[in-house]
């Protein structure tokens, strides 16, 4: 397969949002929802959301730039944040309050988004209270080598912020070191949403929405190579007291005290191909 050029010399393309495809539906009924149910919409600050992944009781996995002001660069409160898992119509499948966020220390909210931000822009959030299996199964991660082919995406997004959208199949196109290029649908609010491969029946988490771009005329979505990423992740709120901080470990960075952001959303950058 050709590869895909990526440059470290990225910009923002201003109000850009793709339409939606004729593969990307709304999950119209319970019985299809109910089976993406641990796929939830994250509130911020009253002001924006982004989608977010239950992978486990009481972990929510999304993008790291969802959890910060991106106009200051400061990090959200916890307290700033409910995840509504499974909202449909108004109503939650369950819903709780944030109580840790812990943000890759790979991930600079104020620089230009580039590819090493990319491969580094996710977070996981801690719940107030753990939501029982016997209420919602969460999602695995998928562990095994990341390989081209077939791949899913359930989202909230601009213009469908009340229910879950699931695009049935798009493909994983590229992998560039840990940057991961899917030609999936996405809009704004999808920033964080899991990108799911199915190789061993149910959906496993193989990624999640970074943002938007363009290579070579074709709108593509990327994300992340997340396994070593988690890893340190669950590390830093297995260690945290969950007191307001904003200092870092080498590896992760602890979110504390934030202000109010006025937009949230998938970022969208342009690369140059070739």
Same mark, same amino acid.
């Given at each position: 397969?050709?590869?895909?050029?990526?440059?470290?010399?990225?910009?923002?393309?201003?109000?850009?949002?793709?339409?939606?495809?004729?593969?990307?539906?709304?999950?119209?009924?319970?019985?299809?929802?109910?089976?993406?149910?641990?796929?939830?919409?994250?509130?911020?600050?009253?002001?924006?959301?982004?989608?977010?992944?239950?992978?486990?009781? #009481?972990?929510?996995?999304?993008?790291?730039?969802?959890?910060? !002001?991106? =106009?200051? /660069?400061?990090?959200? &409160? %916890?307290?700033?944040?409910?995840?509504?898992?499974?909202?449909?119509?108004?109503?939650?499948?369950?819903?709780?309050?944030?109580?840790?966020?812990?943000?890759?220390?790979?991930?600079?909210?104020?620089?230009?988004?580039?590819?090493?931000?990319?491969?580094?822009?996710?977070?996981?959030?801690?719940?107030?209270?753990?939501?029982?299996?016997?209420?919602?199964?969460?999602?695995?991660?998928?562990?095994?080598?990341?390989?081209?082919?077939?791949?899913?995406?359930?989202?909230?997004?601009?213009?469908?912020?009340?229910?879950?959208?699931?695009?049935?199949?798009?493909?994983?196109? #590229?992998?560039?070191?840990?940057?991961?290029?899917?030609?999936? !649908?996405? =809009?704004? /609010?999808?920033?964080? &949403? %899991?990108?799911?491969?199915?190789?061993?029946?149910?959906?496993?988490?193989?990624?999640?929405?970074?943002?938007?771009?363009?290579?070579?005329?074709?709108?593509?979505?990327?994300?992340?190579?997340?396994?070593?990423?988690?890893?340190?992740?669950?590390?830093?709120?297995?260690?945290?007291?969950?007191?307001?901080?904003?200092?870092?470990?080498?590896?992760?960075?602890?979110?504390?005290?934030?202000?109010?952001?006025?937009?949230?959303?998938?970022?969208?950058?342009?690369?140059?191909?070739?």
């Amino acid at each position: 397969m050709k590869k895909f050029l990526i440059t470290y010399l990225l910009c923002l393309s201003a109000g850009f949002a793709q339409a939606d495809s004729t593969n990307l539906k709304k999950l119209e009924t319970q019985n299809e929802a109910r089976g993406w149910q641990a796929v939830g919409r994250l509130d911020i600050a009253n002001s924006g959301f982004c989608s977010g992944t239950l992978i486990a009781p #009481d972990l929510v996995l999304t993008a790291a730039h969802c959890v910060y !002001d991106r =106009t200051t /660069g400061v990090a959200y &409160a %916890p307290k700033d944040f409910i995840f509504r898992a499974g909202l449909r119509e108004g109503k939650s499948a369950a819903e709780r309050r944030i109580v840790g966020v812990a943000a890759h220390n790979g991930y600079a909210p104020m620089e230009p988004l580039s590819a090493k931000n990319v491969s580094h822009d996710v977070a996981l959030l801690k719940l107030s209270r753990p939501i029982p299996f016997s209420e919602m199964d969460p999602f695995a991660l998928h562990t095994d080598v990341v390989k081209n082919g077939p791949v899913s995406v359930v989202s909230y997004g601009r213009g469908r912020a009340d229910a879950q959208s699931r695009q049935r199949e798009c493909q994983m196109m #590229d992998r560039q070191n840990n940057v991961l290029i899917f030609d999936c !649908d996405v =809009t704004y /609010g999808s920033s964080g &949403a %899991p990108v799911f491969s199915h190789l061993n029946g149910r959906g496993r988490v193989v990624s999640v929405v970074s943002g938007m771009t363009t290579i070579n005329g074709k709108k593509v979505a990327l994300g992340m190579y997340l396994p070593p990423l988690i890893a340190d992740l669950k590390s830093e709120l297995r260690s945290t007291s969950y007191t307001p901080s904003v200092t870092a470990s080498p590896k992760v960075r602890r979110i504390g005290v934030g202000k109010t952001r006025n937009d949230t959303g998938a970022k969208f950058i342009k690369l140059s191909g070739s």
